[in-house]
């Protein structure tokens, strides 16, 4: 199983500032990147085409979008569709981050749409999970992990492996330079281990699980590192092309 090293820009960088620093990012890594390891950027949408541009014809690197809304079109003001995000040359997408939750109001059930419409579409996906720091407190991590992952992958059937990953990403962690310590990261994603294994069988094995949650150039070799730590999922640090090739070839 490939490693997947994940940038995501959220509301950042203009066209021209994405094509600098995606062209940046690929020099710096270029002859460099282990076999085993796979570059993936989620920029914004209006900066697709520049992403497009400089991972043309490079190995072991694409691009994705960081949400989409599940129908193939409509009258969906201010939405898009795989569908659109496919003829744009995504094959990624993220589905569930903490701050389509949080920020956005988007409960399990639509992430758990999403998750099955983007695959049903083609696209690969990155469910993404987490708990808040109020439920840490109480106890409820299992619960939480077990809840969100039930939910989120209530729509989908047969798996190919490959096509879908998990991203643990506790709350607390994200975009507050407090990470979460390898011991809380081994317990979190040995528990996604689990749920995944009920919920999907032996594809559980198969399915990487990344950590995301204020990952920097200096703590992400010791992350990569852990027992069911199959990537990173990376905010603030991807920004900077240097920061995020230190961060990929870790
Ligand atoms: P930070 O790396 O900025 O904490 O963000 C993590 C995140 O939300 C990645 O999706």
């Given at each position: ?79 898009i569709s795989p569908a659109m995000l496919k ?164």
């Open positions: 199983m490939k490693k997947l090293m994940a940038a995501n820009w959220k509301m950042f960088k203009t066209r021209a500032q994405a094509q600098q620093t995606a062209n940046e990012l690929l020099g710096l890594i270029d002859g460099k990147l282990p076999s085993d390891r796979e570059v993936l950027i989620f920029p914004p949408f209006t900066a697709l085409s520049e992403v497009a541009e400089a991972m043309r014809g490079k190995q072991g690197c694409a691009f994705g979008a960081q949400n989409f809304y599940p129908r193939e079109d409509g009258a969906f003001t201010g939405e003829d744009a040359g995504c094959t990624w997408a993220l589905a569930g981050h903490s701050e389509r939750r949080w920020v956005f109001g988007e409960d399990d059930a639509l992430v758990g749409e999403k998750v099955a419409y983007g695959l049903n579409q083609g696209l690969r996906m990155i469910l993404c999970i987490g708990e808040k720091i109020e439920e840490r407190k109480a106890g409820k991590l299992s619960q939480v992990i077990a809840e969100q992952l039930q939910k989120g992958l209530a729509g989908i059937k047969d798996i190919t492996p490959g096509d879908l990953a998990i991203a643990y990403e506790p709350v607390w962690a994200i975009g507050t330079g407090e990470v979460a310590g390898p011991d809380e990261i081994l317990d979190a994603h040995a528990c996604v281990r689990k749920e995944l294994a009920e919920i999907l069988g032996d594809t559980a094995m198969e399915t990487p699980i990344l950590y995301g949650g204020s990952v920097k150039p200096d703590n992400a070799s010791a992350i990569i590192a852990l027992d069911n730590v199959d990537g990173v999922l990376v905010g603030g640090a991807s920004l900077l092309a240097e920061s995020f090739s230190r961060i990929v070839l870790a």
